[in-house]
């Protein structure tokens, strides 16, 4: 991947999940980021959007958790309502600082 580069990929591949929180997903089987990183090794950090993926990463591949770096930016689900539209653009927009 050329520098600079973002891309979007789900710790998730698929689950069991009834509703749409992701504290209710149950039987996760994740998707192959070990790979994802193996063959694209200049990947550096992980962008997570909010804790549950974070969680879900860390369980899953305690090995890559020790090796990238981490950042955790709040969910954009309309079900994360602590944080406004507005404070969640802000802080997605800082994303741009850690590239």
């Known amino acids: 991947m050329p520098a600079g580069w973002v891309a979007l990929w ?20 994740p998707n192959d980021l070990a790979g994802l990183v193996r063959r694209h090794p ?10 549950p993926a974070h969680r879900l990463f860390g369980r899953h591949f305690p090995a890559l958790a020790q090796t990238l770096r981490q950042v ?12 406004s539209l507005a404070a969640k653009r802000k802080a997605w927009s800082q994303l741009l600082s850690f590239l």
Do not use: M
């Open 10 to 29: 789900d710790v998730v591949a698929e689950c069991e999940r009834p509703g749409s929180l992701d504290s209710a997903i149950r039987g996760e089987k």
């Open 42 to 51: 200049r990947i550096h950090t992980v962008v997570f959007n909010g804790q």
């Open 72 to 83: 955790v930016l709040p969910s954009t689900s309309p079900a994360h309502a602590r944080l």
